[in-house]
């Protein structure tokens, strides 16, 4: 059975650090995208961050460059996002998804096949 889940959300004060995960299981990454949105609410789901599992290229938005990466393991079949410099605009829920995207259309969200159940992330003080 595929499956995707995000642990790791929670609530974090402005400037500060959280690590989410995406864990795979059913099938291998490896020849997928995967990639993290976030939806605030009374917004549309944006995209945050992709890598294309092929050849290690990332994508970011540019909402979160110099302050958010994408690191992935293998063996864990793991993706992670990790958040720096949080601001209270990065509060929203945090989905994972997988599909065969490349390129210019990593953030459109139609075009992926797997999503997780989403992960809250709230930053306040």
């Known amino acids: 059975q595929v499956q995707l889940v995000e642990p790791g959300g929670g609530t974090v004060q402005p400037g500060g650090s959280l690590r989410l995960s995406c864990v795979a299981s059913g099938f291998t990454l490896d020849y997928y995208a995967i990639a993290w949105f976030r939806q605030a609410p009374g917004k549309e789901r944006e995209g945050v961050s992709c890598i294309n599992e092929s050849d290690g290229t990332t994508y970011y938005a540019d909402s979160v460059k110099g302050r958010f990466t994408i690191p992935m393991d293998n063996a864990k079949n793991t993706v992670y996002l990790q958040m720096n410099s949080l601001k209270r605009e990065d509060t929203a829920i945090y989905y994972c998804?997988?599909?065969?995207?490349?390129?210019?259309?990593?953030?459109?969200?139609?075009?992926?096949?797997?999503w997780g159940p989403g992960t809250q992330v709230t930053v306040s003080s």
């Open positions: 998804a997988a599909g065969p995207v490349d390129g210019s259309t990593w953030d459109d969200s139609y075009l992926y096949d797997y």
